[in-house]
């Protein structure tokens, strides 16, 4: 495996855009061998093989074969629940892996996104951002530890800068569901969020004539998760020690997971000021009431919001 994770960390780490794509494709393929059952591995790797043969003498975006599955074939290839990878000695080694800082795939898939937003926005380039935000989303499902990596300041502005106005709706969305999965059950990430105006900007962004109604829907399914009541955070950044994998699945990917389905200004230099003082930033757990209150400073029918949650229980209930 760590071979395989050299590999995809070489193409990540490059400036040329079909080798980035290579460096997606193949954490895909990783991550696909782990979640899918057994039966279906060997026939996945055969497929992405075989593209990325295709693939090595092709431009971006050419013909060729697509590792991506129809949604048909997606419906046919059965997936393992989360009680079944904490047995299967593939993903606990890659779950070990991602405790250091040489292997953490998390942290590599943020340098490579950084990297993309500062070649600016075209067609191509866009692809490349969705990919990278789709396996940072799964990447962070698999290994909740990694989530502290959105506590620091320059990571979480990443995500922010996504959701500005010039980014295309489907990158806004796409955000919008992987700070889902960063801030849920990790109240430190959500204090930096909110050190950084990161209500501001997605309210802002709410309210504007110009935003989508697609990506308003997803505004919405934020605002929800956000709302929820918190539970103490527990990962750590990668390299400390940390419980072993079945605590740390007893803990808290049924909750992520959950959240995860039913979440269906400036530019990538731009660097926000945190709204608050000082250096340390607070870990402390908000009730909805305590964060209604700072969702009611940008925005006016928090109310309804909070009513909404308590009564429909969007999220199967969690919120009584």
């Given amino acids: 495996m760590e071979a395989l994770l050299s590999l995809a960390f070489d ?3 490059s400036y040329d855009g079909p080798k980035v794509r290579k460096g997606l494709r193949q954490v895909e393929g990783l991550l696909a061998q782990i979640c899918l059952s057994p039966d279906h591995k060997s026939e996945r790797q055969r497929q992405r093989s075989s593209a990325a043969n295709d693939t090595a003498n092709s431009t971006f975006g050419g013909g060729g074969n697509s590792v991506v599955e129809s949604p048909k074939q997606q419906q046919q290839s059965p997936r393992k629940d989360l009680a079944q990878l904490s047995h299967d000695p593939a993903f606990r080694e ?3 892996l991602q405790e250091g800082f040489e292997w953490n795939v998390a942290m590599r898939l943020i340098g490579t996104l950084d990297r993309l937003m500062a070649k600016g926005s075209d067609g191509q380039n866009d692809l490349l951002i969705l990919s990278a935000l789709d396996l940072i989303q799964g990447v962070l499902l698999l290994h909740p530890p990694s989530k502290s990596l959105f506590a620091r300041e320059q990571n979480m502005n990443l995500l922010l800068d ?4 010039f980014n295309c709706p489907a990158i806004q969305s796409a955000t919008l569901l992987t700070l889902v999965v960063a801030l849920i059950d990790a109240p430190t990430n959500t204090r930096t969020f909110e050190a950084l105006d990161g209500l501001l900007t997605v309210t802002s962004l709410f309210k504007s004539r110009s935003t989508p109604r697609e990506v308003k829907l997803k505004l919405v399914e934020f605002l929800y998760c956000y709302l929820m009541p918190e539970t103490p955070s527990i990962p750590r950044a990668p390299g400390n020690h940390r419980d072993s994998v079945p605590a740390m699945l ?3 990917p049924s909750k992520l997971a ?3 389905a039913a979440a269906t200004g400036g530019g990538s230099g731009t660097r926000r000021r945190r709204a608050g003082s000082g250096d340390t930033m607070s870990a402390a757990t908000l009730s909805t009431e305590e964060k209604q209150g700072l969702l009611s400073r940008h925005l006016s029918s ?3 919001l909070v009513k909404d949650l308590r009564t429909c229980a969007p999220f199967g209930g969690v919120v009584c």
């Fill in 11 to 13: 193409n990540l780490s």
């Fill in 94 to 96: 890659f779950f070990k």
């Fill in 302 to 304: 928090v109310e309804d």
């Fill in 258 to 260: 959950g959240a995860f």
């Fill in 162 to 165: 996504l959701l500005e106005p």
């Fill in 250 to 252: 007893q803990r808290s």
